[in-house]
């Protein structure tokens, strides 16, 4: 009698299978990615938008109760003006800041000191 053994099934996956697999995980990593991206960099600009904006109006409101502005932005932050120092998301720091100051030295105003253009086509430092 001529008995052949059975063949066994393989039980991985082929060459094929894994190459279909990655193209497709490519193909969606190619149009989730680039949304990511600009989900984040759009989030970053209304956050940097709400710092200026309550900034803005601490100086106004110190300017406003005491008659001059204010030397720094610690000084917002130490007399209860702001919460916390702000932060600028485009750059994830602190330290850099563009301050405009009155004659007398106060701040007038803040701006981002990050460089390139926001989603609206103003520059980061003009919004």
């Known amino acids: ?14 060459l094929i299978e894994l190459m ?14 680039p949304r ?5 960099s759009r989030s970053a600009e209304v956050v940097l938008k709400q710092n200026l904006k309550a900034t803005r109006q601490a ?16 000084e917002l932050v ?6 916390q120092y702000p932060v600028d998301p485009v750059l994830e720091s602190r330290e850099r800041w563009l301050v405009e100051r009155a004659p007398d030295g ?12 926001a989603s609206d086509g103003r520059n980061y430092r003009d919004l």
């Open 106 to 117: 106060g701040i007038t105003n803040l701006r981002s000191g990050a460089e390139g253009v």
């Open 78 to 83: 130490q007399r209860g003006y702001l919460d």
């Open 20 to 33: 279909v697999v990655l193209a497709l995980v490519g193909a969606l990593l190619s149009i989730a990615l």
């Open 36 to 40: 990511y991206v600009t989900s984040v």
């Open 59 to 74: 100086i106004d409101q110190y300017y406003g109760d005491r008659g001059n502005y204010p030397r720094s932005i610690n």
């Open 1 to 14: 009698m001529n008995r052949r053994a059975p063949r066994q099934l393989s039980q991985g996956f082929t």
